[in-house]
Nanobody, 125 residues
Framework: QVQLVESGGGLVQAGGSLRLSCVAS????????MGWFRQAPGKEREFVAA????????YYADSVKGRFTISRDNAKNTVSLQMNSLKLEDTAVYYC??????????????????WGQGTQVTVSS
């Protein structure tokens, strides 16, 4: 029903920047929120940031607050994650997710209906 495609991942030196994009296609008219999660090897998938269509609210994990910015770009079905001042611990596969109905919870994986396949972000020294 909804397909998500991430792009923009790659290799970057610590202190550098990357911009990830997520394009949603299909039946996206009911989108409530989109978010980014990441998963490092041997780790649980963790919340990074979310953008809610409800007032354009944004949410960030403490670990990325002040460094990452989530925004709705171009059309309503596109969200980006600007990542600045990257650290080694930011290395992970980054996943885009979409929620299609209202919810009070946006920081857990179970809050989202659809997921992309992920894009690798590797931060080197």
């Amino acid at each position: 029903q909804v397909q998500l495609v991430e792009s923009g991942g790659g290799l970057v030196q610590a202190g550098g920047s990357l911009r990830l994009s997520c394009v949603a296609s299909g039946r996206t008219f009911s989108t409530y929120a989109m978010g980014w999660f990441r998963q490092a090897p041997g780790k649980e998938r963790e919340f990074v940031a979310a953008f809610s269509w409800n007032g354009g609210r944004t949410y960030y994990a403490d670990s990325v607050k002040g460094r990452f910015t989530i925004s709705r770009d171009n059309a309503k079905n596109t969200v980006s994650l600007q990542m600045n001042s990257l650290k080694l611990e930011d290395t992970a596969v980054y996943y885009c997710a979409l929620r299609s109905s209202p919810t009070l919870v946006l920081v857990t994986t179970t809050a989202y209906n659809y997921w992309g396949q992920g894009t690798q972000v590797t931060v080197s020294s």
